[in-house]
């Protein structure tokens, strides 16, 4: 099983809604990843759990908040979003460390907030 | 610091044209190379890599040469299909994170 499995695949929330993406691995990866991106743009990194633990957070604002329950499963739960949040928002895991660079990305979450 | 430039697009071809996508990259030593593609409405997955220099990395007809005295990892292929229409990404990884490049978005007409 070579997939990252993100849900939901689309999301549609008001800026006082709370929400949740979520995202899981079987492949036995210890590092997992949330990006966020712009249409045609590169993926802009948020956040990275390293072996459960949050190991870089890209001075992402605390609107957004990232939980890693186990290494499998990886979260992004959303709170009094602005418009500008709207984006593809994708997960993606590798080995620990990025050693060998290769990530494997979900399709994303469309996030749209009104 | 680290960074990864890729060619502007969008790029615009005819079925079966030579594509050439140049990357260029600054790093630290020689860090592995990487191009991504990521098909309309789907997320990023892996072309093809290279992990040290003059290595070639290759996947469904599409190359790379690694060359370490240009700082370059340019993405070729002979022969364009309609569905090689796609963003592609150029990238190395720095500090346990993917640089990439700005992208460059390739459409091909049949």
């Known amino acids: 099983d070579t997939e990252v499995t993100q849900t939901p695949k689309h999301l549609v929330m008001g800026m006082t809604n709370k929400k949740s993406l979520k995202c899981e691995q079987h492949?036995?990866?210890?590092?997992m990843y949330w990006y966020k991106q712009k249409a045609k743009k590169p993926p802009e990194l948020m956040f990275v759990?390293?072996?459960?633990?949050?190991?870089i957070n890209e001075s992402v604002p605390s609107r957004f908040s990232p939980e890693c329950p186990n290494s499998s499963l990886l979260n992004l739960h959303l709170h009094a979003l602005q418009p500008e949040d709207s984006a593809l928002y994708l997960c993606?895991?590798?080995?620990?460390?990025?050693?060998?660079?290769?990530?494997?990305f979900g399709e994303g979450s469309r996030l749209t907030v009104l | 610091g680290n960074s990864v430039t890729q060619m502007e697009g969008p790029v615009t071809l005819s079925e079966e044209a030579f594509l050439t996508i140049n990357c260029t990259y600054t790093?630290?030593?020689?860090?592995?190379l990487f191009w991504y593609v990521q098909y309309p409405g789907e997320g990023l997955q892996l072309l093809l890599k290279?992990?040290?220099?003059?290595d070639k990395g290759s996947n469904k007809g599409f190359e790379a040469t690694y060359r370490k005295e240009t700082t370059s990892f340019h993405l070729e292929k002979g022969s364009v299909q309609v569905s090689d229409s796609a963003v592609y990404f150029c990238?190395?990884?720095?500090?346990?994170?993917?640089?990439f490049g700005q992208g460059t978005e390739l459409s091909v007409k049949p």
């Open positions: 993606a895991s590798s080995q620990a460390g990025l050693s060998t660079g290769e990530l494997f």
């Open positions: 492949m036995g990866h210890r590092a």
């Open positions: 759990y390293s072996y459960e633990k949050l190991s």
């Open positions: 790093a630290t030593g020689y860090p592995s």
């Open positions: 290279a992990t040290k220099a003059d």
């Open positions: 990238a190395h990884p720095t500090r346990g994170k993917l640089i």
